[in-house]
Structures are given as C-alpha cells and as structure tokens.
C-alpha cells in the first residue's frame, strides 16, 4: 500500500464513523436509541439487515472458499428466503404488536422470566464471542498480509466501531451500514471488472467459465445424503433454514434491525429484500474466487498464500525443503498452463477427444501441485508447529495487493474495514440493548427514570465493544476458513433459542418450565454432539431445534400429569 491508498482508507473509515456521529448528535430519547426513530424506509432496513449478517469474513473468506471449493458454500443459503418468509409471516407480526425493545422479552411475556434470561443469556454469550471474532477474523489477516501489528489493528477498527455506536445506538448503527454496504459492493464489484481484465487476453469469460467447470469449481448444487458431507442441497435446505430462522427470528442483533421500520409493511419489504438477494450476493462472492482460481490457472500462484508466514519460514527452513516444494510447485503450475492451454484450443477446433485428453492431463497436473502444496504445509508444521496451514482467507487480499492499481487496493482494504464495523456495530447495539432490558432493567426494579436506562444502555455498549476486542486480541481460531468458524459458532448455540420462540408461537399450551428444562438439557446435548459426532455443522440447528421441542413436548405431558404446569402466559 502506498499513501494513495491509506489516504482513501482513513478518509472512508473516519467519514463514515463521523457522519454516523453528526446524523445522531441530537439524540436523546431511549426509543429512539433502542429501536431508532421509527421512520426507517423498508430499503434502508433491507441494507441494514444485510449489511449486519455480511461481516468481513464474508468477503475476506468466501472468495478464498470458492478459490479453494467452487461454489458448494452457496448450498448453505438456500433456506434462507424460506427462513425469512416464515419470520415474516409469523414472527414480525407478533414483535411488531408487542412494541418490544428486545427480542427477548418476548419470552418472558409468553414464559417466565427465566426462560427470558435463559434466552438472552444464549445470545449474550454466543453473540458477545462472536463480536471478538468479528473483529479477529479480518484483522489477523489483514494485520498479517500489511505487516501492522495484530493488536493495534483489533483495537483501532473496534474502538471506531464503539465509538460511534454508543453515542448514536440503533440510528447510527442503521445509518453508517448504508454507505459502508455501498463501499464494500463499489470495491467488490471493481475487484470483480480488473480480475476479467487480467485475465490472458485471448481467454474469454466463456473459456474461463469452461476452466472453471472442467476442475470441478462450477457445481453448485450437490444432492448427496451423507450427513458427513459438509455443504448439500439437504444440509443447506433444512439446516440452513434452521440457521437462518435462528439467526434473523431470534438474534436481537437482527431483529432489532427490522423492527425498527414505521410499518409492518416496511419490516416486511425490508426482510423480503434479503429473501431476494441473498443467495445472489454470496453467489457473485463465491463466483469471483472461482474466478481467482482461473486466473491462477494462468499465473505463478503462491504454493502457500500467506507469503508472510511462507517467507518467515522460509528463512528458518535449513534444509531448504520450503524452497525445494516452491520449485517443485512452480514447475508443475507451468506444466498444467501448457495442458490447459491445449485444452482451450483443441475446444476452438472442435477437437473433442483432444480436448478431453489435455483436460485430464491438467488435471492430473493439478492433483500433483495439491499434493506439493500439502507437502510443503507439513513441512511448515514441522519448521513451526503453531502456525495455521489453512490458507484460503489469504487468496483474495494476495490477489489485491499483487494485481490491483494503488488507490483500489485502498478502496478494498476500507471495504474491509467498512464491513468490520458494519457488522459489529449491529452486534454491539444488540448486546448493549439486550443487557439493559432484559437484565439490568428487570433486576433494577424498573424504578429508575428512562435517561437512567439509556445512559445504563451506552455504558453497556462500551463494556461489550471492550469485551470484543479483548476477546480478539486473545483469540486463537481452530483451523477453519473464517465464515466457517463463525457459522460453526452458530449452530451450536441457535438450535435451542429457535425452539422457544417456534414453541412460543405456536405451541400455546406449553409452559415455561417445561421449555426452560428442555432448552438446559438439549444445549448441553448439541455441546456433547459438536465434540463426538463428525456430521456437517449446519444439521445442529436441526437437531438442537427438534429435541428441544419434542423434550418441552413430553415434559409438559408429564408436569401437567403430575400437576405442576400452570397455565401459559398470553403473548
């Protein structure tokens, strides 16, 4: 990066957070501090919505995972619309008619105060991690490719972040995320037109395409039964619903998103938006690093794309084994252009069986340069065991500083940083506002005047913004692409908050301790699975909603037996 391009950075960063500070300068109204001022168009909470779930992960890692997988990942959201439609006729309206300033107070009106703080207490831990990993996950590598320091990295883009949330709360939180989504698209989508302008001039996007299906990166829809198998039609249908019913039903970091437009109608239209783009967002995601592993296909790519670790090492490495592997992988790489390149012309000629033959030759070729490449990450191991050897979250910022004209790479390095503070922004406000009014507020007696409670509000806010940056700065991540760990994260702890609201809403006749005693023993249970079972992460939402509800089921039948189960409070 040159001065260009931390000039472009800082100007996006410090101008957003301040136009978040000056639009909410006159704030002084818990509503409006909560839930915001009530007037939010159906297009801005669409943005808001999006803007809160796309964290840097997703544009740091989705590439990497395409580059690395194809386009599978997408299988993960295609319970989404379906999720959101759901919310949409069932859950919103009741939200909306009760006027609540936390999701969870839902649960206290329809339960009892415990199964409230059992479901705030579920969102306050796994969401309060969640905002460490938010801001852990773009900063190790942005931190680690830049050459900053990881810790002043993870406090400068928190602090920012908390800075402006707490003094704006739910309006600058709405507010900033429609020019940081703007930002994050603009440098996307310019990243998106310089990748087909780099590629070789006599390759067409049709001929790239055709490279890309042929090493297996174009199949999108994979209908495999094995629950083993990580990204399915299956897992994505019905465990991604599961998630997505979670995260936007029972997150108050996304509820609190949509329910602060003025009408029904416009929280409606907001979640309908995302029903829409969703899916074709993370596809155009997945589709540039699948289009980042065509260009590469034409290019000398790095055998490991951290090349700051890859370099440390490498000076480290006595033997010379490292510089051995990158030989060994350089000229491999060059064997496969050759294939490739015979490949796309015999295709021009109408040579079918010639056509065919080099495409297995390219793939035999990419088949040994994986086997290097996971040759030389052992030999990383064995040089420094601590090191990460999963590299995917690397492939796109490599791309952008070895490929992108200065004042660009600028841009996308704000769109990170943009999406950093997007999304923890709607976690913090989240965190912050459940914390007073599912926690302090009951428990202080609600006695105190409300300028108490919304400075209790901002002082909450601060302590979780601090939390999450403590929390990243001790954060050590377990080998998984970033989006993964996060959504991993997820489907642990969502399973059971589902199961109390869909209980909530439509099994009227089970009482609170009932579902309290269930949602206890099934968390502990999906916390056992996680750790013995190797199925994919997206079937806990499943799994932990389905016990959850059928144990709440049959303890009611058996209090009601035993003649303890009062009747359900009315939502």
């Known amino acids: 990066m040159n001065t260009l391009d931390y000039l472009v950075v800082f100007l996006v960063i410090l101008g957003i957070a301040g136009y978040g500070v000056w639009r909410t300068r006159n704030l002084r109204n818990l ?4 839930k915001g001022a009530g007037n939010t168009p159906w297009f801005l909470i669409g943005l808001s919505v999006m803007a809160t779930q796309a964290s840097a992960t997703t544009f740091i890692s989705i590439p990497g995972q395409g580059f ?6 997408v299988q993960n959201y295609f319970g989404a619309p379906f999720a959101l439609i759901i919310i949409s006729a069932f859950f919103l309206p009741i939200f909306t008619r009760l006027n609540i300033y936390s999701v969870y ?13 059992l479901g705030v207490g579920l969102f306050l831990l796994q969401r309060g991690i969640g905002a460490g990993i938010t801001i852990y996950a773009p900063a190790i590598v942005l931190s680690t490719v830049m050459g900053w320091p990881l810790h002043a990295t993870i406090i400068a883009s ?7 949330t707490v003094i704006g709360g739910s309006d600058a939180v709405t507010h900033t995320q429609k020019f940081q989504i703007g930002v994050i698209f603009a440098g996307m989508a310019t990243a998106f037109v310089i990748l087909l302008r780099h590629m070789p001039e006599d390759i067409s996007l049709g001929e790239a395409l055709t490279v890309a299906g042929g090493f297996n990166r174009l199949q999108t829809v994979d209908f495999n039964t094995n629950l083993n198998e990580r990204y399915t039609f299956w897992s994505g249908l019905l465990g991604g619903l599961f998630l997505a019913l979670s995260y936007f039903g029972t997150d108050q970091s996304q509820v609190g998103r949509y329910t602060a437009g003025h009408s029904l109608r416009e929280s409606r239209l907001g979640l309908m938006f995302n029903a829409v783009c969703k899916i074709p967002m993370q596809f155009f995601i997945l589709l540039l690093g699948v289009l980042i ?20 090492e490498v000076e480290k490495d006595k033997g010379q084994s490292l510089r051995a592997y990158e030989e060994q992988y350089r000229e491999v790489q060059g064997q496969k252009q050759v294939f490739i390149e015979r490949w796309l012309e015999a295709q021009r000629r109408g040579d079918n069986a010639a056509a065919v033959e080099a495409r297995g030759q390219a793939l035999t070729a990419h088949a040994t340069s994986e086997t290097i490449r996971t040759k030389a990450k052992a030999a990383l191991k064995e040089i420094n065991p ?19 004209p200065h004042g660009v790479i600028g841009l996308l390095i704000a769109a990170f940083f943009a999406a950093t503070m997007q999304s923890k922004a709607g976690e913090l406000n989240a965190l912050g506002a459940a914390t007073t009014m599912d926690l302090y507020r009951p428990l202080h007696g609600d006695r105190a005047p409300e300028i108490h409670y919304l400075r209790a509000s901002k002082w909450f806010t601060a302590g979780w913004g601090v939390l999450a940056i403590c929390i990243a700065i001790f954060a050590n991540l377990a080998a998984e692409n970033l989006i993964e760990a996060g959504n991993i994260l997820g489907s642990v702890f969502y399973g059971v908050p589902l199961a109390l609201f869909l209980v909530g809403v439509f099994l009227r006749w089970i009482h609170g301790t009932a579902v309290f005693l269930s949602a206890v023993i099934t968390q502990v249970l999906i916390i056992v699975f996680y750790f013995n079972l190797s199925i994919s992460y997206l079937w806990y939402n499943l799994i932990g909603c389905l016990i959850c509800v059928g144990l709440a089921f049959l303890l009611e039948a058996v209090l009601r037996t035993l003649g303890r189960g009062p009747r359900p409070a009315a939502a």
Do not use: C, H
């Open 158 to 164: 928190g602090l920012v972040v908390t800075v402006y």
């Open 105 to 117: 107070e839902f649960l206290g009106r329809r339960f009892d105060f415990k199964t409230r703080l």
């Open 293 to 312: 592993f065509v260009f590469y296909q034409f290019e000398r790519p790095p055998v490991f794309f951290n090349q700051v670790a890859w370099a440390r």
């Open 386 to 404: 601590k090191i990460e050897t999963k590299d995917s979250d690397y492939v796109f910022i490599t791309f952008i500083l070895n490929y992108l």
């Open 31 to 34: 509503d409006s501090y909560m």
């Open 68 to 73: 690395e997988s194809g386009m599978k990942f």
